[in-house]
């Protein structure tokens, strides 16, 4: 099975969080759930972690960008990422 670029940003940012040892999963999709979950949830040091992960140029849509912001107001780390930045992201999960 082929992997989409998304694919490869979200294995790429789980594999960062394993090796940090950061506790991650990904929430179902399919609408089952609240529209504009991130792709990726995690906690580290009882800090609640959420990554929205896009690939080039991707942006997050407007139900995406409204729980990010819901997540940071709330004191939870939250970010969007692509291929560019998994090392800002590193730097930034380090510090945590």
Do not use: W
């Not at 969080?17 to 995690?42: A, E, N, T, V």
């Not at 009882?46 to 140029?57: H, Q, T």
């Not at 990010?68 to 992201?89: Q, Y």
């Amino acid at each position: 099975m082929a992997t989409t670029p998304e694919g490869k940003v979200k294995a790429a940012v789980r594999k960062l969080l394993d090796r940090l040892g950061i506790y991650h999963f990904m929430p179902p999709g399919m609408g089952l759930g609240r529209s504009g979950i991130p792709d990726i949830i995690g906690c580290k040091n009882g800090k609640f972690i959420a990554i929205e992960c896009k690939a080039g140029y991707g942006k997050a849509t407007a139900l995406q960008e409204r729980e990010l912001n819901a997540i940071a107001a709330a004191g939870g780390f939250a970010c969007l990422v692509n291929e560019t930045c998994l090392d800002e992201l590193e730097e930034r999960l380090v510090t945590l």
